[in-house]
């Protein structure tokens, strides 16, 4: 089983054929009817341009994701359609600019246009599959140069017209008719992985035969997993927390089984406990060390809050000399009286 998706064989395809006609087309109608008086900053010829080079380019992408990964091919295919759709909404903006409408679809031009079929890929029709269908021949850059120019010349009659309306109603019916095969072929993918699954699927697949093929080989056991084989998920160790309410009822038991029995005691000594036992033992000392830190930590949390509020009063308190710390204070001379007013001094 072939686990990859297609690959390069959509070189050969009507619809990847007919894309590179619609951007050789659109190069051509931009270069002859768009200049600087009609698109003066240049931004309805580059989208125009971009759109017809992404709804070929992002095609053959998507194509070829495919083989590794349905969901990202698809989303570029869906992609190179959508920017034809956008490419064909340009051309009716601009008969519509010059208050021109497009052909009827029951004119002879539109007719022609639409119903023009390419031609098969080159040296299809000398070989046929197994199938019995015709058997794609294998790519070069040459053979397919010369396949797209032949199918350009087919509609050079519109496409190289002077008449620029006559061009933009030929792209109008290209780019639509173009972008419904790429739609077609969409669906034909979403029909395929519906019916054969994703690569990781078929990874999946081929991976669990390979192993089933493999069954005869001993696996040796690996100690510290379920089951005893190889492969088993290990067994996940954790400590057991000691919730608050186990906690204190295990420092009331433990409280209970160290009371002493007889007179000093408040229970009758029929009813005292006996001697204490290992589990007893061990919950008094857990009591006990849960006692201490419970200590520590209150003694902590009492330091904690006497520094807190000597730092709040620290800077409340009366200064040395007047007010507190926002006051301004007085100057040690003026307050004490030790110098006085130089005219009340009488003078030597």
């Avoid at 699954?197 to 999946?204: D, I, M, N, T």
């Avoid at 000691?242 to 007179?263: D, H, I, K, L, N």
């Amino acid at each position: 089983m072939d686990i990859f998706g297609m690959g390069s064989g959509y070189r050969w395809m009507d619809a990847y054929i007919l894309a590179w006609v619609v951007e050789l087309g659109t190069d051509s109608f931009c270069e002859a009817f768009l200049n600087y008086k009609n698109d003066p900053q240049g931004k309805t010829s580059g989208q125009m341009n971009h759109a017809a080079r992404s709804g070929n380019r992002n095609f053959a992408e998507g194509c070829e994701r495919l083989m590794t990964s349905m969901s990202s091919g698809l989303d570029l295919l869906n992609v190179a359609k959508s920017s034809l759709c956008e490419l064909r909404d340009d051309y009716l903006k601009w008969l519509l600019r010059v208050r021109q409408l497009p052909w009827k679809d029951t004119a002879p031009k539109a007719v022609a246009v639409r119903r023009l079929d390419l031609d098969p890929p080159p040296g299809s029709a000398d070989s046929v599959g197994s199938t019995g269908s015709p058997r794609t021949p294998p790519f070069s850059s040459r053979r397919f140069a010369e396949h797209v120019l032949a199918q350009y010349d087919k509609f050079a009659q519109w496409l190289d017209s002077p008449d620029g309306f006559v061009r933009a109603n030929a792209l109008l019916i290209l780019s639509t008719r173009t972008a419904k095969m790429q739609e077609a072929y969409i669906r034909h993918v979403g029909e395929m992985f519906k019916a054969e699954g994703g690569f990781r699927e078929r990874l999946g697949e081929a991976r669990r035969k390979e192993r089933a093929r493999a069954g005869s080989e001993v696996v040796p056991e690996v100690r510290g997993h379920e089951g005893g084989r190889r492969g088993a998920p290990p067994r996940r160790r954790t400590r057991r927390a000691v919730p608050r309410v186990a906690r204190a009822c295990a420092y009331r038991t433990a409280s209970t089984t160290m009371r002493p029995s007889g007179a000093a005691s408040n229970i009758p000594a029929a009813a005292a406990p006996g001697p204490m036992t290992g589990c007893a033992r061990r919950v008094q000392r857990y009591c006990r060390h849960y006692r201490q830190d419970r200590q520590c930590r209150q003694s902590r949390q009492k330091k904690h809050k006497k520094n807190r509020e000597s730092f709040r009063t620290r800077g409340s308190r009366k200064s040395k000399w007047r007010g507190g710390r926002d006051s301004n204070p007085r100057p040690p001379d003026r307050q004490s009286g030790a110098l006085t007013n130089c005219a009340t001094t009488p003078q030597k």
